[in-house]
């Protein structure tokens, strides 16, 4: 099998570190600075749908608004469709806008409660001028019924407080595909929702992704809805990649502790793995003097040693076929 090149790829994220302060005293340095992504390499290919997954916490949406430039990196170099878009800007930046676009995942938010759903799918093709005014409408209609709300002229006229939680991020979604974007991040579109209509909008970008092969990027923190839904999954934890490969090859040979904790942490029904399998969590943290050049999972991990865990960061590095993994035991994981 061939490896991709690098016009395969739709993002690419070359050393990608991105800090944030918690705010300046009146005197002295910032209180606190916390590190979301440290030095990240990450690739998603073009027509693929990607998964992100990790805790709250562990940098996922902060490598998604980098991804779309609603954000710049602190260092590192972060390409979309082979072009470096930290630079962008006037024209270029606006035509980078209509063709990579994101889902957020609070649709209670993300739309204006002041416009209608007709105006708020309609707007983009005004920034962006994308549609004459004839046809405008008919754009609407037709980006509505893609993202499931049929009979669209039903819901040209109501309002965001009209709308189901579900209803809503479907208008979310509208707004997003009425422009035909390349490639599309959708920061947990779900959390919001029951579990059975978020299985339906799971099904929906599925649906959208092959129809119109785009490239999606999916960032979750639930393992089992990028198994799902996705082709390939980076696992990240505290700014790190530490697991990547095919979304079937994480789920059934997952060879990082923290994979196999997100893997242990999945609910259980019945006697179906009632089980922990794996049991790589520790029960208390240990306490970690250097934590800055250990292993990021030292201080959570039960399968850790102190003299190699503690002072050494591990790399990412290939197991099997498009199967990567930064720790020091991968091979030994049964």
């Known amino acids: 099998m061939q490896p991709p090149t690098s016009h395969s790829y739709a993002i690419e994220l070359h050393q990608v570190t991105k800090t ?18 440290d030095q990240v390499d990450l690739a998603v290919r073009k027509g693929e749908i990607f998964g992100m997954v990790g805790e709250s916490g562990s940098g996922k949406t902060t490598a998604g608004r980098l991804m779309v430039r609603l954000e710049n990196p602190d260092s590192g170099v972060v390409k979309v469709l082979g072009e ?24 209670y938010q993300s739309l204006n409660p002041y416009l209608s759903v007709m105006d708020t799918v309609a707007e983009p093709l005004q920034i962006h001028t994308k549609a004459s005014n004839n046809n405008v409408r008919e754009r ?7 993202a499931g709300l049929t009979p669209a002229l039903h819901y040209l006229k109501t309002y965001p ?23 599309v991040v959708a920061d947990e579109p779900t959390s919001m929702l029951d579990a059975p209509i978020a299985v339906q909008i ?18 979750t923190h639930n393992l089992a809805a990028a198994h799902y839904l996705c082709d390939r999954i980076a696992v990240i934890y505290r700014g790190h990649i530490v ?5 079937q090859s994480i789920i059934s040979d997952p060879r990082h502790p923290y ?11 019945g006697n179906v793995w009632a089980q922990k399998k794996f049991n790589t969590l520790r029960s208390k943290e240990r306490i970690q003097d250097n934590s800055q050049d250990g292993c990021p999972f030292y201080r959570r991990c039960n399968r850790a040693e102190k003299a190699l865990c503690a002072t050494k960061k591990p790399a990412l590095r290939s197991l099997s076929d498009d199967h990567q993994a930064a720790c020091f035991f ?3 994981h049964k």
């Open 259 to 269: 994979t196999q904790a997100l893997l242990d942490a999945l609910p259980k029904y």
């Open 20 to 37: 944030y302060s918690s705010g300046t005293a009146l005197w002295g340095p910032p209180d606190l600075t916390v590190t979301a992504l």
């Open 202 to 219: 799971y099904q929906l970008l599925g649906n959208i992704q092959r129809r119109g092969r785009m490239t999606i990027v999916l960032i």
């Open 330 to 332: 991968a091979e030994d």
């Open 243 to 247: 697991e990547t490969g095919k979304a």
């Open 84 to 107: 470096s878009i930290g630079r962008l800007k006037s024209h270029a930046l606006k035509q980078f806008r209509s063709r990579v676009q994101m889902i957020f995942q609070d649709p």
């Open 161 to 183: 407080h009209q709308l189901s939680g579900g209803q809503r991020q479907r208008v979310a979604i509208a707004r997003v595909m009425v422009l035909d974007p390349q490639i």
């Open 140 to 146: 609407v209609i037709q980006a509505l019924e893609t």
